[in-house]
């Protein structure tokens, strides 16, 4: 199997993100570190098969986001997101 | 401030199996009572949860096949032969029996009327789902929007919910194209063919009606689609796809 048949989209987080936060993050605005590209959550690549959760910028590839969760805590990296945008809840 | 602190944490619900159809031989729907549910919106998934007898957990994503304003919750799962939750719901959920459900999760593979259109759907078998999701909520609404789905399935047979689609196509105004891509009944006129970049310059509005268009199915198909229509002029902020992955057990 390649990695393509691996990659869904950040979409895909929506339940481990509604786990931790209280805003919805797919449809959030986030701005990639590396690049500037701006898009919301639920479209950028993002990859299942790791210990937890890898989301990446869909321009340049570089890790946005990394959350794993066992053993009862969870460990996020926002290392290489400057900042998200999110909604008011409905 | 007010608002946030009344939105609950994302919790489990123990929901009733109301009601069991067989869509194909591999796909079944699930039609559910969920007490307390909040509603959801069209595109919406949930997250379902089995505890074996020993307390091994698996829990997978489904997406909401039913509208907002339909009465039942309806998930419909396609049997996969090597997963873990698929052939449970699939071949020995009974009605009357309960299932652990979360949601609903993702606000970004959503259509509202808000969101206009026209509509573009582009499915890949059991990807459907959530489209059919947003066919309803369209005419539940008894709304005006334009909608046309593209379908890619590999035989007649597995054709999920071909004749409501049959049924909205006439009454509804919904555009339904198939295409067939393993086996064709005898007389097939339609496209024989997995979709390609001629197969959607003949189906989709063109980039300068600038569509809302929403992709599902296996990632290999979602990640074509997308990306010729993408070359062919669209928008990616209005092409969103929701990829399957290449099981989803």
Request: proline share 6%; aromatic share 6%.
């Amino acid at each position: 199997m390649e990695d393509a048949d691996l990659r869904l989209d950040g979409n895909a987080a929506a339940g481990m993100f509604g786990e931790i936060f209280a805003l919805e993050l797919t449809s959030a605005r986030a701005r990639c570190a590396s690049c500037g590209t701006i898009a919301e959550l639920g479209a950028e690549p993002m990859y299942v098969h790791a210990p937890g959760i890898v989301v990446r910028c869909r321009n340049c590839d570089d890790v946005m986001i990394v959350a794993v969760h066992g053993g009862g805590r969870y460990w996020l990296g926002f290392t290489g997101t400057s900042w998200i945008e999110a909604r008011e809840p409905l | 401030m007010a608002r946030a602190a009344v939105l609950g944490r994302l919790t489990w619900h123990l929901a009733n199996v109301v009601e069991l159809v067989d869509e194909t031989p591999r796909v079944r729907s699930i039609a559910l009572d969920v007490p307390d549910w909040a509603g959801h919106r069209a595109g919406q998934h949930v997250d379902v949860r089995l505890t074996a007898e020993d307390g091994y957990q698996a829990q997978r994503s489904y997406s909401i096949a039913s509208a907002p304003e339909q009465p039942h919750l309806v998930l419909t799962v396609e049997r996969l032969d090597d997963g873990e939750v698929s052939p449970y719901l699939v071949d020995e959920l009974q009605p009357g029996d309960k299932l652990e459900l979360r949601g609903p999760v993702g606000g970004y593979f959503v259509w509202t009327v808000e969101v206009g259109g026209p509509v573009l759907l582009v499915a890949g078998g059991s990807g459907v789902v959530p489209l059919m999701a947003m066919v309803r909520h369209r005419v539940g609404l008894g709304d005006g929007t334009p909608f046309r789905l593209l379908f890619s399935s590999r035989s007649l047979d597995e054709v999920i919910y071909r004749d409501e689609l049959d049924r909205l196509a006439a009454d509804d105004g919904i555009e339904v194209v198939h295409t067939l891509t393993r086996s064709q009944p005898d007389g097939w006129t339609g496209y024989a063919r997995r979709i390609d970049e001629q197969m959607l310059r003949e189906v989709s509005w063109p980039a300068a009606e600038q569509p809302r268009v929403y992709i599902c199915g296996p990632t290999r198909l979602v990640e074509s689609v997308a990306s010729t229509l993408v070359a062919l002029g669209h928008d990616p902020d209005r092409v969103k796809t929701e990829r399957f992955g290449p099981t989803g057990g």
